[in-house]
């Protein structure tokens, strides 16, 4: 959650020759074998059409079942679109943090996949693993609270900027999309996600997600109004949903599911603490129908951080396997994670917990009750979401 700048990685872009001054749409074509089918496993032998680094100035278009690779950086500019048909195999084939895909400010992806061929963003490596390449990268003009008015701040990788006044911005579609073997570190301290949303509109469109096995958070909200609908994680390293900065949208039927590398299901920041909460306002998303399951009750397993004065309404959730449920850390300072208890902005409905040795471990110093204040009804009646409904044909275990 920091936004340490790197100026190099968007600079070096500016130089490619795929930049265009025209409107063309650049469509790339291939005569390699069709294969969308990542499936977590080893990549199959195939030829894929290369697709440079490059910042795109015009719109650039993927055909349907076909197989591409990057290789570095592949931003998209404001005005142009990145349209990925059903079926698009996307293949990192250089490893390392500066290969990724950005959507910035006023760009659009287009990413329409279906249950039965969805689009796939992964590695090409013979043996793939967590972390071989950065991920997908979305920037938009919706509001963040580490600044104020039409003010932007700049992404933790490849310093472009997000943030803005425009709630209901469009940044495009994503549609039963998968990303694999993602995030890349930068360095010690930046490091890619499997998805970014950075300061995304709720006009955009983001149902079917899937983040496998990554290195890093599986999908961070960097403030904005985004809804999402339908997201599995499986295997983050890192926290598997994680916002800050001010996010407000909705998260409704989530997933997630531990492997033996892993931090929290859900880390949530009211602000970024390494910046400020310039806005006043803290994260207070919606998130409805969620299921997390973890490794076990061992000792310092939470699944649930509210922090830095995050507030949320929490309904339908079942919890399976920590040491911690929910654990509140805060003050009575900048950081009023307990104040949203008291003051109804900050709680739980219908939640059930399985495995779970505290359901509610309160550290902000704010006395509180957690029958009533916190968890306001329904302790054992959680479901979470109807995960093996709306997965098959289209996400990897």
């Not at 008291?342 to 779970?356: A, E, I, P, Q, R």
Request: proline residues 3%; hydrophobic residues 35%; charged residues 15%.
């Amino acid at each position: 959650m920091k936004n340490t700048l790197l100026f190099g990685l968007a600079f070096v872009t500016l130089f490619f020759s795929c930049t265009t001054d025209d409107t063309a749409d650049i469509i790339i074509n291939d005569n390699s074998i069709t294969n969308n089918n990542g499936n977590g496993d080893t990549p199959p032998t195939e030829t894929c059409e290369a697709i440079p680094a490059a910042l795109f100035t015009s719109n650039l278009v993927l055909q349907a079942n076909k197989c591409y690779t990057i290789s570095g950086p592949v931003i998209m500019a404001a005005g142009s679109s990145l349209i990925i048909n059903e079926g698009v195999t996307i293949r990192a084939a250089a490893s390392g943090a500066d290969v990724y895909i950005a959507i910035s400010q006023g760009a659009n992806i287009i990413a329409n996949g279906t249950a039965s061929n969805p689009i796939v963003m992964t590695s090409a490596a013979s043996s793939p693993a967590a972390g071989d390449w950065g991920g997908l990268i979305v920037l938009g003009k919706a509001p963040i609270n580490s600044v104020t008015g039409s003010a932007t701040s700049t992404s933790e990788i490849a310093s472009l900027p997000y943030g803005g006044t425009e709630v209901s911005d469009d940044s495009g579609i994503l549609r039963y999309v998968r990303v694999e073997y993602s995030g890349g570190a930068a360095d010690g301290q930046s490091e890619n996600n499997g998805i970014s949303f950075y300061g995304v509109g709720n006009g955009t469109t983001v149902e079917y997600i899937q983040v496998f096995e990554g290195k890093d958070d599986g999908v961070e909200f960097f403030g904005g109004t985004v809804n999402v609908n339908y997201l599995s994680v499986i295997n983050a390293q890192d926290d598997s949903i994680d916002w800050t900065e001010g996010y407000t949208g909705t998260i409704t039927n989530a997933y997630v599911k531990h492997g033996a590398e892993h931090d929290k299901a859900v880390e949530a920041d009211g602000y970024n603490t390494d910046f400020s909460n310039a806005g006043g306002y803290y994260s207070k998303p919606n998130v409805t129908n969620l299921t997390i399951v973890g490794m076990g009750n061992t000792t310092g397993t939470e699944a649930i951080r509210l922090r830095a004065g995050t507030q949320g309404i929490f309904k339908n959730l079942l919890i399976q396997g920590f040491e911690e449920g929910f654990d509140l850390d805060g003050d009575a300072g900048d950081n009023p994670t307990g104040v949203g208890v008291v003051s109804g902005d900050l709680n739980v409905t219908d939640v059930t917990f399985t495995d779970v040795t505290t359901k509610v471990k309160n550290d902000t110093g704010v006395t509180f009750n957690i029958d009533g204040d916190f968890i306001k009804s329904g302790d054992g009646n959680g479901t979470g979401t109807a995960y093996a409904s709306w997965s098959s044909g289209w996400t990897v275990q």
